[in-house]
Nanobody, 119 residues
């Protein structure tokens, strides 16, 4: 059974930093792509950052240069370092990964962690 558990969210002032954690069990992160999404109230969930199994990373334009996604294979954990936070970064952040088996995609999500940036 795959489980993803996020942590590290909280309340921070604009310009501050937070580091989010996504710990996995039942799946090996280094063998799969891992994504960080976020969803603000009244808005659709959006992809913020991803790290491929190869280690290649990509970011939404809105967070490029401020957020960094990384992976610790020994701990089977993915991180999202968020610097220079803005009030518009306020959202619930979700960790996601997926697997393909016999042509069927299975998505796995964590429970989310709240990030609130005050102005």
């Amino acid at each position: 059974q795959v489980q993803l558990v996020e942590s590290g969210g909280g309340l921070v002032q604009a310009g501050g930093s937070l580091r989010l954690f996504c710990a996995a069990s039942g799946i090996i992160f280094s063998s799969n792509a891992v994504n960080w999404y976020r969803q603000a109230p009244g808005k659709q969930r959006e992809l913020v950052a991803l790290i491929a199994s190869s280690g290649v990373t990509d970011y939404a334009d809105s967070v490029k240069g401020r957020f960094t996604i990384s992976r610790d294979n020994a701990k089977n954990t993915v991180y999202l370092r968020m610097n220079s936070l803005k009030p518009e970064d306020t959202a619930v952040y979700y960790c996601n990964t997926y697997q393909w088996r016999r042509g069927v995609k299975s998505d796995y999500w964590g429970q989310g962690t709240q990030v609130t940036v005050s102005s």
